[in-house]
Every structure is written in structure tokens, then in C-alpha cells.
């Protein structure tokens, strides 16, 4: 399955943060959304074979890294109190997102 | 701009009769929509999913209806089941950029 590391994480207002996530073997897209309390899943970006492949709503600060080893990683710069959210990672074969899995999530609070 | 509507943020419905989740849209340009079923502290896990070429698709107990005239979906699950109650999350493909876009959740409770 997807898995994502860690579960649960409190920073401090400007800090960096990086989230892992582990994709389902052979899966070779990645995206990322956030999900704000009471909302659904926001797109954040997709990476396919290890290059960004569409990107939502986000400011530049949020950047993130697929490597070839069906792991990825979402990095946030200049953390603000709004970046507190659940932030999810799902892997599909190919692009089409038709049937994506999605790891727990991580729960990022901003203080 | 909401482009993915669930207006109902909460549905409760007695064990063994059938639970109607809906869901609205506006873009033309999806074709592809999807059901999710969260349960707290987990990820969504996908559960059904219909092409904008077809207007229904069954899987055992759950039975997704599209209306591309109405810009209409709904999950049908007969018969629900207590272990049905989580959060439903309709979504919807861009046939553009193949981004998902969500809506924002429908709490199912089913009760004995």
C-alpha cells in the first residue's frame, strides 16, 4: 500500500517541513493534496517518473521530489499557520488518476 | 469556486436500507469521477468509479449513477451496512490537466 511518514507534526510559523511518502510498488505517479478541516482534498501537484506533471493553487514554497525508488517527498518552506492541515499522497499507475491509492496522511499543525 | 458539490454534509440512515450520497458538478471538461470512503485517521480508499461515456456502473452493494445532463452523480448502497459509516468523497477528473478535484464530503451514519 502507500504509506506516509510521519503521522503526526507540529511546527513553528516560518519553519521548513518535509513529509515522506512511500508509493505502492510499481506505481509510477505521485500526487499530493491537502485537506483543510471540513473540506475535501485540495490538488497540490502530481509527479510522474520523477518530474512535476501539473501543479495546482499553491505558492512556490511547497515544492516536492519523486525518486526512483517509489518514494516521494512534499516540502513546505516559510510555514503559515493556514498550512495546518492533512496533507495526503496517492499513487497511481500513469497519470490518469482513474483509481489512485492514498497513503493516512499527515497531520501538520502550525503554531 | 466549488466545481465538485456534496450539499449534503450528513446523512444518517437505519441498517439495511439504501444510502443516496449526491454529488453536483459544473465543468464540463470532467470525465471521469470516482467515490472515496474515508474513515477517520486513514486515507480515503477508493471505491467505485464511472466514465463520463457511461451512466451507470454496479459493484455488489454500490451502484454509482451519472446524469451528464443535470451534471449529476450519485452512489447508491443497498443495503448499508454499519461498517458503511466514514465520510464519502466524490471526485472528478479534469480531462485537461488529469487533476482530481474534490468535494467537500458527505458524513454517512448508518444505525441499527
Known amino acids: 500500500g502507500v504509506t506516509q511518514s510521519p503521522t503526526h507534526l507540529i511546527k513553528t510559523r516560518g519553519q521548513q517541513v518535509t513529509l515522506r511518502c512511500s508509493s505502492q510498488?510499481?506505481?509510477?505517479?505521485v500526487s499530493w493534496y491537502q485537506q483543510a478541516l471540513g473540506q475535501g482534498p485540495q490538488f497540490i501537484f502530481q509527479?510522474?517518473?520523477?518530474?512535476?506533471?501539473g501543479r495546482g493553487n499553491f505558492p512556490p514554497r511547497f515544492s516536492g521530489l519523486q525518486f526512483p525508488n517509489d518514494s516521494s517527498e512534499l516540502n513546505v518552506n516559510a510555514l503559515e499557520l493556514d498550512d495546518s492541515a492533512l496533507y495526503l499522497c496517492?499513487?497511481?499507475?500513469?497519470?490518469?488518476?482513474?483509481?489512485?491509492?492514498f497513503g493516512q496522511g499527515t497531520r501538520l499543525t502550525v503554531v | 469556486d466549488q466545481q465538485v458539490k456534496q450539499n449534503s454534509p450528513s446523512l444518517s440512515v437505519q441498517e439495511g436500507r439504501i444510502s443516496i450520497l449526491n454529488c453536483d458538478y459544473t465543468?464540463?471538461?470532467?470525465?471521469?469521477f470516482l467515490w472515496y470512503k474515508k474513515y477517520p485517521a486513514e486515507g480515503p480508499t477508493f471505491l467505485i468509479s464511472?466514465?463520463?461515456?457511461?451512466d451507470k456502473n454496479e459493484d455488489g452493494r454500490f451502484t454509482v449513477f451519472l446524469n451528464k445532463s443535470a451534471k449529476h452523480l450519485s452512489l447508491h448502497i443497498v443495503p448499508s451496512q454499519p461498517g458503511d459509516s466514514a465520510v464519502y468523497f466524490c471526485?472528478?477528473?479534469?480531462?485537461?490537466?488529469?487533476?482530481?478535484?474534490f468535494g467537500t464530503g458527505t458524513r454517512l451514519q448508518v444505525f441499527p
Open positions: 496517492a499513487s497511481s499507475l500513469g497519470t490518469g488518476n482513474t483509481e489512485a491509492f
Open positions: 510498488s510499481g506505481h509510477n505517479t
Open positions: 509527479y510522474y517518473r520523477e518530474e512535476e506533471n
Open positions: 465543468n464540463s471538461m470532467f470525465d471521469y
Open positions: 464511472i466514465s463520463s461515456i457511461k
Open positions: 471526485a472528478a477528473r479534469d480531462y485537461n490537466t488529469d487533476k482530481l478535484i
